[in-house]
């Protein structure tokens, strides 16, 4: 399923090299590619991140799907096997060209978790950054077919079937519907969106486009019977003021996720992972620091979560 496997890069201290974004330096301040030192450090301070990344690696691959190649990336403890698997499920990119694979707040997260043998998982849709193929010809189904391809090649690196989530937006919806059938351990939604049937099977295009201004068009969605019948963690980040998700949404999201781990900031937007806004910002801090907190709990309170397994239908 690996077209081919790029080089392996050792990042304990050469973060520049790496071109690697958002992970703290030998110093204390942030590198962005492509942005200067001041701007990352204007939303990121890395006074609030650890100073010492860890002895993990960056290793790059491409994964075959029958959409066009997939451009992946898993960050892994040099030090231990991985004891579970993270896969950032992105959301719909506003074109087809995002200059990194790995973003800004997914590296700190990666940064911040304490968690010993945990490996993570970032990747492009087919269409979009270094992938292959055309968006065009794909779907948010297809797109949830990418995401399986992806969970079943990191598994099989990290020989692992233990598994968290992690899905914004778009991503959100695919992780919701995702999430039992792959047996992970934990599922968490950052501003998650719902599709009904109809729009998962229009391709990307002004067809899509017209069917979600359609009033209630995701009244049907599979997403959310899917997360009610998940048994695993969940964890919801949804700003109360999202100008994008309708609120209902986010209140089916709420209503099958335990209050301790649901969390409301009140001044932030959808977008607010960017890091337009002082306040976008401030939210993104909180949410790294709870998404690693979620994540940590996966790993080290293992006996009370879902245990995957190929016998209750997870992509191996």
């Not at 599922?187 to 002004?206: C, D, H, M, Q, S």
């Amino acid at each position: 399923m690996v077209l081919g496997r790029g080089q392996k890069l050792s990042i304990d201290g050469v973060f520049r090299e790496t071109a690697l974004v958002g992970l703290p330096t030998l110093g204390s301040r942030w590198i962005g590619l492509g942005a200067t030192e001041d701007d990352d450090a204007a939303f990121l301070d890395a006074s609030r991140w650890p100073s010492h990344y860890g002895s993990m690696t960056l290793e790059r691959y491409t994964v075959e799907t029958p959409d066009g190649g997939i451009a992946a990336e898993i960050h892994c403890d040099n030090d231990a096997p991985a004891a579970v698997v993270v896969v950032f499920v992105p959301g719909a990119p506003r074109d087809a060209t995002p200059a990194r694979v790995t973003s800004r707040w997914e590296s700190s997260i990666t940064s911040a978790v304490r968690s010993a043998g945990a490996a993570f998982v970032t990747f492009n849709y087919v269409g979009i950054g270094a992938s292959g193929g055309e968006m065009a010809t794909t779907s948010i189904a297809s797109r949830r077919s990418q995401v399986e391809e992806v969970i079943r090649f990191a598994r099989s690196v990290t020989r692992t079937l233990r598994l968290v989530l992690v899905g914004c937006s778009m991503g959100g919806h695919i992780v919701a519907t995702l999430c039992r059938r792959c047996g992970a351990d934990g599922a968490a939604l950052i501003v998650p969106a719902a599709y009904g049937l109809r729009a998962e099977a229009i391709n990307f295009g002004p067809d899509l486009s017209t069917e979600l201004r359609r009033p209630d068009s995701w009244r049907d969605s599979p997403a959310f019977d899917e997360y009610r019948a998940f048994t695993g963690r969940k964890l919801l980040i949804a700003p109360q003021g999202d100008e994008v998700i309708p609120p209902e949404i986010t209140r089916i999201y709420a209503g099958m996720t335990d209050a301790e781990f649901i969390w409301r900031p009140a001044n932030a937007s959808h977008r607010f992972l960017a890091c337009l806004t002082p306040e976008d910002a401030a939210v993104t801090h909180e949410s790294v620091e709870r998404v690693a907190a979620f994540v940590d709990l996966c790993v080290t309170d293992a006996d009370s979560v879902c245990r995957p397994s190929t016998e209750k239908g997870a992509v191996a």
